[in-house]
C-alpha cells in the first residue's frame, strides 16, 4: 500500500478541485470590497465592453472560439481575447464559469508563466458590499518564484481596486 505523501493533496478554492485544471503552486491570494452590488461586479469582469476598463493593457477584448469564431456562449473552452497592439492578443481559456460568482481562466500562448490558473471569486460581503477574492497559481522557474510571489500580490489588488472602481462607475452609470 502506498504511503499517504505519494498521493497528491487536492487543493480547494470556493469548491473547485484547483488540481483538476493545474499543479502550478498559489502565488497570490488577494481580496477587496467593492462599494457595488455582485451582479454589477461579475458583469465589469466578464464584459468584453467593459474588461478595457480594468485590464490596463487591454484595448478591447472578445470571446471567440479556439478557431477563432464568435462563441454562441460564454462557458469553459471559450476564449477571452484581450487586443494589446495591432496584431498582438493575450488569450486566456475559460475553464471555470459560474455565472454570477466563480471565472477561473487558464492563460495561453505565453512563455513565462508556463502554465496560470486564475480564479476571479464574486461574493456578496455582510455589509451590503461586495467582496471580490481572486487566486493565481502561476509555474514559473523557481528562481522567479519569490520574486512572483511579493510582486502579484501586489498587481492583484491593484488589479480588484480597479475592478471594483469600474463597477461602482457602472452602477452608478445605471441609477443616474
Given at each position: 500500500?502506498?504511503?499517504?505523501?505519494?498521493?497528491?493533496?487536492?487543493?480547494?478554492?470556493?469548491?473547485?478541485?484547483?488540481?483538476?485544471?493545474?499543479?502550478?503552486?498559489?502565488?497570490?491570494?488577494?481580496?477587496?470590497?467593492?462599494?457595488?452590488?455582485?451582479?454589477?461586479?461579475?458583469?465589469?469582469?466578464?464584459?468584453?465592453?467593459?474588461?478595457?476598463?480594468?485590464?490596463?493593457?487591454?484595448?478591447?477584448?472578445?470571446?471567440?472560439c479556439e478557431s477563432?469564431?464568435?462563441?454562441?456562449?460564454?462557458?469553459?473552452?471559450?476564449?477571452?481575447?484581450?487586443?494589446?497592439?495591432?496584431?498582438?492578443?493575450?488569450?486566456?481559456?475559460?475553464?471555470?464559469?459560474?455565472?454570477?460568482r466563480i471565472l477561473?481562466?487558464?492563460?495561453?500562448?505565453?512563455?513565462?508563466?508556463?502554465?496560470?490558473?486564475?480564479?476571479?471569486?464574486?461574493?456578496?460581503?455582510?455589509?451590503?458590499?461586495?467582496?471580490?477574492?481572486?487566486?493565481?497559481?502561476?509555474?514559473?522557474?523557481?528562481?522567479?518564484?519569490?520574486?512572483?510571489r511579493l510582486l502579484?500580490?501586489?498587481?492583484?489588488?491593484?488589479?480588484?481596486?480597479?475592478?471594483?472602481?469600474?463597477?461602482?462607475?457602472?452602477?452608478?452609470?445605471?441609477?443616474?
Amino acid at each position: 500500500m502506498p504511503a499517504l505523501e505519494d498521493y497528491r493533496s487536492v487543493r480547494t478554492v470556493a469548491g473547485i478541485d484547483v488540481d483538476s485544471f493545474t499543479s502550478a503552486p498559489l502565488l497570490a491570494s488577494v481580496s477587496v470590497i467593492c462599494r457595488a452590488a455582485p451582479e454589477s461586479v461579475w458583469r465589469t469582469i466578464v464584459d468584453p465592453d467593459l474588461i478595457p476598463k480594468w485590464v490596463v493593457f487591454a484595448r478591447r477584448a472578445a470571446y471567440c472560439c479556439e478557431s477563432g469564431d464568435p462563441v454562441v456562449s460564454i462557458g469553459p473552452g471559450a476564449i477571452r481575447k484581450f487586443n494589446v497592439f495591432k496584431d498582438f492578443d493575450v488569450r486566456e481559456r475559460v475553464e471555470v464559469w459560474e455565472p454570477p460568482r466563480i471565472l477561473g481562466y487558464r492563460t495561453l500562448d505565453m512563455w513565462i508563466p508556463r502554465d496560470q490558473l486564475g480564479l476571479f471569486i464574486v461574493d456578496a460581503a455582510v455589509s451590503g458590499d461586495t467582496r471580490i477574492s481572486c487566486y493565481q497559481f502561476v509555474n514559473i522557474p523557481a528562481l522567479l518564484r519569490p520574486v512572483f510571489r511579493l510582486l502579484l500580490p501586489v498587481v492583484f489588488k491593484w488589479v480588484l481596486g480597479r475592478i471594483a472602481r469600474a463597477a461602482a462607475a457602472e452602477e452608478g452609470r445605471g441609477a443616474g
